[in-house]
DNA sequence: CTGAAAGCGCTTACAG
DNA sequence: CTGAAAGCGCTTACAG
């Protein structure tokens, strides 16, 4: 009982080292050891050095909640990805976990912690990161689908948190996205260029995300101006994305739809229409044209490739930190756009 | 410059309430705002409204800096997600992908936040999340052939830190994993009853992970079993994963390697492995079937679809946060092992 | 260049 | 059931 010195069950796990210990090692006070871990340059280099080997010494770490709570900063950027209602583990678009990735990178390049979470439905929905400092800013992201998240984030937003949003489910807020009406017009171009004559826009136009609209609105113009008429076949927001392709596709042979070219509001959703024309027999692209939109992987490995328009993912995940960054520190930034470019691939290069 | 109360610059952002605000409107000490709001059953129904209602009209949250600097938890829990260094953004396995976000899951589920990081290179690997108070415990995952990246971590593991890792680099450590014998068996008798003769493992036997040399066991096992002799071949661990599949394939047409059948390491790799046989005008399944590990969502697309053995991904981020959690409360936990089942799809399913 | 002291905003024994 | 008080471990004016 006596050996481990009265502490208990808390032999194991001593008490952490505070500064004080280490001020007490190094000879000096609390607040030098404070400045010199903290890089003041203020404190002489023969103090430092001596604070840092105690600190080393008595494996001295900084409890970073200490800092937070005098400082009032977290060095935290949270980040919400939306999912459909109990989507939150499956069947996720894949272009999300590809942004994700690289907003990650970009918060760590940027010197912040990122904390992340999948939210999904009402018991699970919390974005006020900030008024519990749990963060510094936030960023969102996710399926349109999910309009009670998308409500609870305008809140948080009008709340007076620094966020921003990949999207645009809502004017009035702070959003990057991509160059949607410029893809739009690109996938039109591409359709046009390898002679499909008759292409219609498989997506949705009420959704509450902007960017489908967007995208229809580019590839609408681009129609026009090469003297087509832009057709939508309107899908179903409630199946999966590739049944939402596969069932367009589905009603637009059933009515007897007259079409040679397809540019999907998404990849996904270019697969499934893929999927549907190939199991009726269609050939692709000597029958029917598709373009996608995203640059997701599976797009590669599809066949025949899925031709594609991809934003500048890496691009995105900075302008999205950076535009938190400038809001956090007050200052106005109007850098929001992304641009995009083509991929050419096999499933709309006919000959 | 009377009128904004002599806070100058801070007018915007006034001081945020504390609870000793929240007190005095309720008319309550400030002890009794802490108790009601942490649900302490010790408070009046009737105060706890009151004081509810007060927080409410100040628009009051707990500054959880000041929870975890008095608590000394912080109820987050880290997860770095190791890359090849360099490959931060792009190129990352999908797999780990589908991991993180169901460890994501996982951790809410638990009541904990998520700490994510994606760490490559030397410069930003820092595993002391615990020791920064950043968080309660760490879940560390990635590619296996980030050496000096594991050797940091195991570092961080033996400085007494709370960490489960997926995967196997050190044997020493926690882990959970799946059930790679039992896939690599999997495999093994999925090739000898669709009639492959002369089926090959490709992948590294030599890897920092144990986990590919567990499915080169159980394989080799089976095909023991069953009268054949194993073969492995191994892939170059510098390329890309697909690539290590179509120069396996190369490698093994141009020195008339005979072979009919195919185990890969990982989706990935089999993929490759597809890309390059057909290339070369080998039919899949007639001529060679193939079969992967991991279940990535690509393997869906490919043509033909690929056969594979999934790991139970719910269940495996279920493990880890549950055996993190024992860990973090100094109790024994010693469920580890991931169930997978087999995904019969057309890439070796012979007639 | 360094030190003494205040204070960030909570939780939690302790006392009643 | 509630309150007064201590203290978690830092940073940062202020003084020298």
Redesign the pocket.
């Known amino acids: 009982m006596a050996i481990d010195g009265g502490q208990g069950k808390r032999a194991t796990r001593r008490?952490?080292p505070?500064?004080?210990d280490v001020a007490e090692l190094a000879g000096?006070?609390?607040?030098?050891v404070?400045?010199a871990?903290?890089g003041d340059p203020?404190?002489?280099e023969?103090?430092r050095e001596r604070v840092k080997r105690a600190a080393e010494e008595l494996n001295?770490s900084?409890?970073q909640n200490?800092?937070r709570?005098?400082?009032g900063r977290t060095d935290v950027i949270a980040v919400v990805v939306i999912c459909r209602p109990g989507e939150l583990k499956e069947d996720m678009n894949p272009f999300y976990y590809s942004l994700l990735g690289n907003i990650c990178s970009a918060i760590s390049a940027a010197g912040y912690d990122a904390l992340v979470s999948f939210q999904d439905r009402a018991e699970n929905l919390n974005g006020f990161y900030e008024s519990n400092r749990r963060a510094d800013g936030l960023i969102v992201m996710g399926t349109a689908e999910n309009v009670e998240a998308w409500a609870h984030f305008r809140e948080v937003s009008e709340s007076g948190a620094s966020m921003v949003c990949w999207g645009a489910p809502y004017p009035d807020q702070n959003w990057v996205r991509s160059d949607n009406v410029g893809g739009g017009e690109m996938a039109a171009h591409m359709l046009i260029t390898n002679g499909y004559q008759n292409s219609v826009y498989v997506g949705s136009v009420t959704s509450l995300q902007r960017q489908y609209t967007e995208r229809f609105e580019g590839f609408s113009r681009a129609m026009r101006e090469a003297g087509r008429t832009p057709v939508i076949v309107q899908i179903d927001p409630s199946l999966s994305r590739l049944e939402q392709g596969r069932s367009a596709v589905r009603g637009m042979i059933e009515t007897g739809m007259k079409f040679d070219g397809i540019f999907a509001a998404c990849d996904q959703i270019a697969i499934g229409a893929m999927q549907e024309l190939q199991a009726r027999g269609y050939r692709i692209p000597e029958d029917v044209g598709v373009v996608g939109f995203d640059g997701i992987n599976a797009g590669q490995h599809v066949v025949p490739p899925l031709t594609t328009i991809e934003p500048d993912l890496p691009l995105a995940a900075e302008l999205l930190v950076k535009r938190l960054k400038a809001l956090m520190a007050g200052q106005a930034n109007d850098e929001w756009l992304v641009p995009v470019r083509g991929i050419v691939r096999g499933s709309a290069a006919r000959r």
């Open positions: 008490t952490r505070t500064s004080f000096v006070s609390q607040s030098t404070s400045r871990l903290a203020v404190v002489s023969l103090t001295y900084i409890d200490a800092t709570l005098r400082t």
